[in-house]
């Protein structure tokens, strides 16, 4: 596709690094079994085992590859994936690579929402999933510690943050403009000379990495940046990508519940920066205080589901897709509604993500070592801890108090919690969850497995 020439095949012979599709296959589909604990955990597989293990890519050249995906749109984890595999086997490496990244987490979510869809008033599921939302509570915060301690580096970095959260969370100033205002000045501060916006340097990998001994002497064509290449690329993949939405729209009008997860979906996958943990806070804002497709405690649940499983995070969103589509089915039938909503929600989802990196990633190749690109990164990484805050406080607000009031006046926008409400076995629950992973450093799935039998027991004992 795109780059490829139907006679063409990618062979580790062909791209100059002896690296197999069937041996690149076996290690993508480890990583994408492995891909627990959201974007962090799984950038960090990726970099054990491709960096470290397999010495396929360099450290900075990996480096500069993520550097690229988190100033993207959408998950940066699968698109870090699309991204190295389309610098070892051109397009469809990529494909390969990042739909392996996604595959294990769509069966995993599309079961789960099956389950909750049938059973998710029942007594013992609701136990569990209460449980889910104390630990997945704890895990947002741990969030939001990692990657501040890498992002906040100095008061520039700190009082971005301060100011994206206080825009996000007290005046409802919509994410793509925080994300926006943030990269403009990292831009222009690091081209201004300001070392607050300069690059980390990070300490080096080896030197004889795969890909980087592939494009020492000849660069592949593929890497090569050109119009008419980019062309073909928005034109296959915007086909892809929004043909399913029109027909969509024009069989069924707007007012059709899977014409508006088409069209939301869509519009999301242009907008949010920042990873899973970002994404949900525009996703909330919309998915449940306009569109009424879920609850808040069914977003929480939602990325409990998420947190369990291997893939992005922002698989959660297949679980939206699902719930929408199964309350309002039309003339199919709820099941069968909801697994169409899911799937749908997926593809509108994913397709971009595989556009951006295709289309964007040989342009970025020649910018290793821009300046003003790495300040603008910075910039945004510093508002993202914002807005990740933000999102930890939303999913307390929702987790530990069972009423809130809206404030809408003098411009601001947000919601204040009933103090009389506070649900106390909740409050337990979450500062036991936050003390197993701050103090006794214990993992995601540990966690999450105690606090679900944690949630079982309260319901067995009458607290819940």
Same mark, same amino acid.
């Given at each position: 596709?795109?780059d490829?020439?139907?006679n063409?095949?990618?062979? +580790?012979?062909?791209?100059g ?20 604990g ?20 360099s ?13 993207l749109?959408?998950p940066?984890?699968?698109q ?24 294990? +987490? &769509?069966?995993?979510i ?9 059973f +998710? ?14 630990a ?15 992002? $906040?580096?100095?008061? &520039? ?20 403009? &925080?994300?926006? *205002? ?5 831009f ?9 916006? *300069? ?24 890497i ?6 980019a ?43 920042? +990873? ?10 919309q ?12 977003? $929480? ?7 369990t ?16 589509a ?16 899911g ?16 289309l ?18 910075? *910039? ?73 039998a ?11």
């Open positions: 596709m795109s490829i020439a139907a063409e095949k990618t062979t +580790g012979a062909d791209v690094h002896g690296i197999s599709f069937g041996e690149a296959f076996r290690v993508w589909l480890r990583i994408a079994v492995l891909s627990f959201g974007p962090a955990g799984q950038i960090a597989v990726m970099h054990r085992i491709l960096v470290e293990e397999k010495n396929w890519i450290e900075s050249r990996f480096l500069h590859a993520l550097n690229y995906c988190m100033l749109p959408g940066e984890a699968q870090l994936a699309t991204y190295i595999g389309w610098l070892l086997h051109r397009t469809a490496g990529g494909i390969m690579a990042g739909g392996l990244f996604i595959l294990p +987490g &769509i069966i995993a599309m079961g789960l929402s099956y389950i909750y869809a049938a +998710g008033k029942v007594g013992l599921v609701e136990a569990l999933f209460f449980g889910l939302k104390a997945v509570l704890a895990i947002v915060i741990q969030a939001v510690v990692r990657v501040g301690k890498r992002a $906040l580096r100095n008061r &520039i970095m700190i009082a971005l943050a301060a100011i994206a959260f206080v825009a996000i969370f007290f005046f409802n100033v919509p994410f793509p403009i &925080i994300i926006i *205002a943030a990269g403009v000045i990292g222009f501060g690091a081209r201004s000379g300001r070392s607050e916006f *300069a690059a980390v340097e990070h300490g080096g990998g080896k030197n004889a990495a795969a890909v980087d001994s592939m494009l020492g002497d000849v660069v592949p064509d593929h090569r940046a050109s119009l008419p290449r062309l073909k690329v928005s034109a296959v993949w915007l086909t892809l990508w929004l043909v399913p939405v029109a027909a969509l729209l024009i069989a069924f009008g707007q007012a059709n519940v899977f014409s508006q997860i088409a069209l939301f979906f869509s519009k999301m996958a242009m907008v949010t920066f920042g +990873g899973a943990y970002a994404v949900l806070a525009y996703v909330a804002q998915a449940v205080e306009h569109y009424h497709w879920v609850q808040p405690g069914e977003m $929480l649940d939602g990325l409990g589901m998420a947190e499983t291997p893939g992005p995070l922002i698989m959660v969103l297949q679980f939206v897709g699902f719930m929408a199964f309350r309002d089915p039309g003339t199919l039938s709820p099941m069968l509604a909801g697994t169409f909503g799937l749908l929600a997926t593809w509108v989802t994913f397709t971009p993500c595989f556009l951006w990196i295709f964007g990633a040989p342009f970025v190749e020649t910018l290793r070592g821009n300046k003003g690109l790495a300040g603008a990164l910075g *910039a945004i990484t510093a508002a993202v801890v914002g807005v990740i805050l933000n999102l930890s406080i939303w999913f307390a607000l929702h987790t530990i108090f069972r009423q809130t009031i809206p404030i809408r006046s003098f411009g601001l926008s947000f919601d204040m919690p009933v103090w009389s409400s506070v649900d106390i076995a909740a409050l337990v629950l979450a500062i036991a969850a936050a003390t197993a992973i701050f103090r006794f450093n214990m993992g995601m799935l540990t966690v999450l497995a105690g606090s679900c944690a949630g079982v027991l309260l319901r067995m004992a009458g607290v819940i």
